[in-house]
């Protein structure tokens, strides 16, 4: 699959509503951040908590360039929770953290508006 990060690209496949609730999206709570150096691009090991239902988990993700590992401790971000592991290296990546690509390609995270408990669902 090939993602287009054009935000002047056509919009993706039509798919049904129930394929939609199957991508189980959340918000955590980052807890824990260190430096990847071994990744291929430069990336973060995060430790996200979800909450009781879902709990702490890890993800590698390519932040480094609009995030310290400051601004991250303590940050809210949404993940998908459902994904098989990913081995990344020799780290195993549990979730995808979500962002948007700015004009260079750079992921970045949103903020909520209003606080969410840890483990909240997109919808």
Known sequence: MHLDFNPNSEPAAEINFNQFLD???RIGEVVEVEDF????KP???????????????KSSA?????YSKDELLGKKVLAVVN???RQIGKFMSEVLVMGFSDKNNDIVLF???KDVPNGARLH
């Open 62 to 66: 390519q932040i480094t360039v609009h």
């Open 43 to 57: 990336s973060f090991k995060l430790k996200i908590d979800f909450g009781d239902g879902v709990g702490i988990k």
């Open 23 to 25: 991508v189980d999206m």
């Open 83 to 85: 994904f098989p592991p």
């Open 37 to 40: 150096p071994e990744a291929r």
């Open 111 to 113: 903020d909520l508006d």
